[in-house]
């Protein structure tokens, strides 16, 4: 315990007898000279500056070369003003690198908070320098105090900032300003930090204190920006620019090791020495020139105007809509719109055409029908539902199964098997019972309230996955949202800050309103859809005649649209690398949606279950969330393999309509047949199937070779792609077996792609880039294109939302021109 108070006092009396040793040399500098002082343990300086003026601000350099000094025992330079004091120390390491120059700007009187009223005579700006070092030996400290070129921002203007020399300017709002933007560009890559803050002291001029602080700030290389409300600051605001140390933050990547050496001089400290000091320059300056502005934002009336424009514009499609259901009540019009159909057989044996059309009579026999109807033979495997919805009809019908496949052969086209005109070559049969000539007939053998029932499960399951999948993505971007607004740091959200207009707690309001086309679209096409079906329960129609209507699946593809408004809405939020996958999950659900709608047109028995279609995505997705959160060298292996072996797993089920079973006998059986007869059995589908699988073997080597870190939007490539070719082949089928096209399903095909170029060009433009670091997305930032609210993305949510809906409605339509033809003439593929 003694040694412990002999300690103290031998340390106290040290002290006290450094205290007596120290020289403090007071002096009153003017501006804009450079000083040179001589420190060491034993010598301080407190330097004092007046202005002549109250409310000047100034700007203080000072650099030191150090003799036998290092960063353990620096300068200590502390600035005591009105406003309140900070403490600097030279040298310092930034990035391993040890530099010996500092320049700050120091904060203004007004922004400090007065207790009291300077008195009368004493109105004139007033700091102090006090520096002193532990350093043993001499160190030489230059210093200079000068006013900045530019303080107050009134327009453009360019300013110069480095490494150790940060910028600031001030803008004070005019009277009837209460938003503003800032916008910085500059044509330097190098990485810097734009920061805005408060009118207050001390102002954060380095990259750890602005990272500490909640005031707005984000990384740029080429540009920058900033939406500003005067609420948050009534005194105006602070503009901070800050050059990075290094380039990594803002590229992504670790930027190489700097050289093994000092900073003992940099360019400008060796032109503001005397020319009797030596500098030596070892490194180049990092200097970045900013250009920096601040505009008005946009009006009320503005966000009015926009608001009221965009839903008038889909709305406009209601009103179409409104009057073409009226105009259906003239016969004149009637005429050219209305399809012709066989309606069922009433009680009494009468038929007719639908909606006041004479056209085809019900030709069909009641035998004929009855004999289709009660028969449970079909290529449907998967006859084990557990629903009354797809109970079938109590077998009456006798006859035995075909031995060679899953129905009689002379079932095929719907007719009895005394009927000669049948005996042809739809009697030549390939493998597993399948017939040479497909006709629709064969792959409609169960009961329409089957077929309905399997279709609305798409959805019912669509809204128990949106509901499960929308609910935690809106409480997840909502945190996104309160993290960036409590931390500061807009790099969080991938904005594109030179057309992001907040409103309310939304940070980006434009991005978010304009999927209101999604919403509005979709829910019309549900109502067209449900209206067909309402005209269908009241007329209903020969089972025998025209396509299976398959209303529920039409429907999930108005409700996925309803659902890709809330995701993507939910996602621009806070878009960012994190949660880019709910902007596109139901995208991949309506293309995927879109490729099954098609092929239950003509193969409405043996078409993907809805639980097996979801199950599908739900791996899909699982594979984007891995891809955007790994990715690398084994992912992209695995999922090209994956990718290939599964589309040509399914093209063999898709060729054999779905008999193929991968087991030994069925394949046995199947190899047997390609030996007996190479000749290709459906030679249409054969050649979109080669086509297919080409075009997704060129989709999984282009993933292979260029390994992108935006696989959600490889993964959406992949499905629209599919989709469209599958349209396209759509309808170049029905075009080269004569089937008939309505005019007005020529004119949504048309429309759709009229509508999906410019869509598509837009979308490739972009406005942000999450796969890429903030800063470098920011490249990607533009200003708005469409009444100075709406930017490249925007018009994609637009353009998109009314081609998915004229391509949806292309698909509801182009089968119209078969209502009146049999089933037995309507060919597969």
């Not at 002082?37 to 700007?59: A, M």
């Amino acid at each position: 315990m003694c040694v412990i108070h002999v300690c103290s006092v031998l340390l106290f009396l040290s002290g006290l007898a450094h205290a007596q040793t120290v020289t403090v040399v007071q002096l009153n500098l003017s501006y804009d000279e450079v000083y040179s002082l001589e420190l060491n343990s034993t010598v301080e300086y407190i330097v004092d500056f007046t202005t002549p003026k109250l409310g000047l601000i100034c700007r203080v350099w000072y650099g030191c070369v150090a003799r036998g000094g290092d960063v353990s025992q620096p300068v200590l330079v502390t600035t005591r003003q009105r406003a309140g004091a900070e403490t600097w120390q030279l040298p310092y390491e930034v990035n391993r690198r040890k530099l010996f120059e500092l320049e700050r700007t120091l904060c203004p009187d007004d922004s400090a908070a007065w207790t009291e009223e300077p008195p009368v005579g004493d109105r004139r700006s007033w700091y102090s320098l006090h520096m002193s070092t532990f350093n043993s030996g001499s160190v030489m400290v230059s210093v200079r105090v000068s006013l900045p070129p530019v303080w107050r921002l009134e327009g453009p203007t360019t300013v110069t900032a480095t490494q150790f020399a940060p910028r600031v300017l001030h803008y004070k709002f005019g009277p009837d300003e209460t938003r503003v933007r800032l916008i910085v560009s500059s044509n330097s890559e190098l990485c810097a930090t734009l920061s805005v803050q408060n009118y207050t002291c001390p102002i954060a001029q380095t990259i750890e204190a602005t990272e500490i602080s909640t005031e707005p700030r984000l990384t740029m290389m080429r540009s920058g920006a900033m939406s500003i409300a005067r609420q948050q600051y009534p005194s105006g605001f602070y503009i901070v620019l800050v050059v990075s140390p290094s380039d990594e933050e803002c590229i992504g990547t670790k930027a190489p090791p700097p050289a093994e050496m000092l900073w003992e001089a940099s360019l400008s400290l060796a032109e503001s020495y005397p020319a009797e000091t030596p500098a030596k320059i070892n490194t180049p300056v990092r200097r970045k020139e900013f250009r920096v502005f601040v505009e008005g934002a946009i009006s009320r009336t503005q966000y009015v105007i926009a608001a009221i424009s965009t839903l008038a514009l889909f709305l406009g499609f209601y009103v179409v809509f409104g009057v073409l259901v009226v105009a259906q009540r003239w016969p004149r019009f009637a005429r050219y719109v209305a399809p012709k159909a066989v309606l069922a057989q009433t009680p009494t044996g009468d038929a007719g055409a639908e909606e006041g059309n004479s056209g085809a009579a019900n030709n069909f026999s009641t035998t004929t029908q009855g004999t289709r109807r009660l028969s449970t033979d079909t290529y449907d495997r998967n006859d084990d539902s557990d629903s009354e919805d797809e109970e079938t009809t109590n077998v009456s019908n006798t006859e035995p199964r075909n031995n060679q496949g899953p129905m009689n052969i002379h079932q095929t086209n719907g007719a009895s098997p005394q009927d000669p005109n049948q005996i042809t070559s739809d009697q030549v049969q390939g493998p597993f019972g399948l017939p040479a000539r497909l006709r629709l007939a064969a792959l409609a053998k169960r009961r329409d309230r089957t077929l309905r029932a399997r279709s609305d499960r798409y959805l019912y399951m669509l809204y128990t996955v949106a509901v499960f999948y929308a609910l935690p993505v809106i409480q997840f971007v909502i945190a996104f949202q309160v993290v960036m607004n409590v931390s500061g740091s807009l790099d969080i959200c991938y904005y594109n800050f030179l057309c992001a207009h907040p409103a309310g707690a939304l940070s980006d309001f434009n991005h978010v309103f304009s999927n209101l086309g999604y919403l509005l679209l979709g829910a019309l096409f549900m109502l067209q859809v449900r209206r067909r079906r309402a005209r269908r329960r009241r007329q209903p129609r020969d089972e025998e005649y025209g396509i299976p209507a398959h209303y529920g699946l039409l429907s999930a593809l108005g409700a996925g649209m309803m659902v890709v408004a809330l995701l993507s809405a939910s996602y621009h939020v806070c878009p960012n690398r994190l949660n880019f996958q709910f902007d596109t999950a139901f995208m991949y659900v309506l293309a995927v949606l879109s490729m099954v709608k098609i092929y239950q047109a003509r193969h409405p028995d043996v078409n993907a279950r809805a639980h097996a279609t979801f199950g599908v995505l739900a791996v899909i997705i699982a594979f984007v969330v891995w891809g955007v959160l790994g990715g690398g060298p084994l992912f992209w292996g695995i999922f090209t393999v994956i990718h290939v072996f599964t589309f040509l797993l399914l093209s063999l089920r898709i060729y054999y309509l779905g008999q193929l079973r991968f087991e030994k006998e069925a394949l046995a059986a199947a190899a047997s047949e390609v030996r007996r007869d190479l000749r290709p059995l459906y030679g249409a589908r054969l050649v979109i199937l080669v086509i297919a699988n080409a075009i997704n073997w060129l989709f999984a080597i282009y993933g292979l070779v260029s390994q992108g870190s935006d696989f959600a939007s490889h993964i959406l490539q992949v499905l629209l792609g599919n989709t469209l070719m599958y349209m396209v082949f759509y309808l170049a089928m029905k075009v080269v077996q004569g089937e008939r096209v309505r005019w007005y399903a020529w004119a949504f095909l048309v429309g759709a792609a009229v509508t999906w170029v410019p869509a598509l060009y837009f979308f490739i433009s972009g406005s942000t880039d999450w796969s890429t670091t903030p800063a470098a997305s920011r490249h990607k930032n533009h200003e708005c294109k469409v009444i100075e609210f709406y930017d490249s993305h925007d018009l994609w949510h637009m353009l998109s939302a009314v081609a998915l809906y004229l391509s949806f409605n292309t698909m509801l339509t182009w089968d119209d021109g078969l209502s009146a033809v049999k089933r037995t003439e309507i060919a597969v593929f």
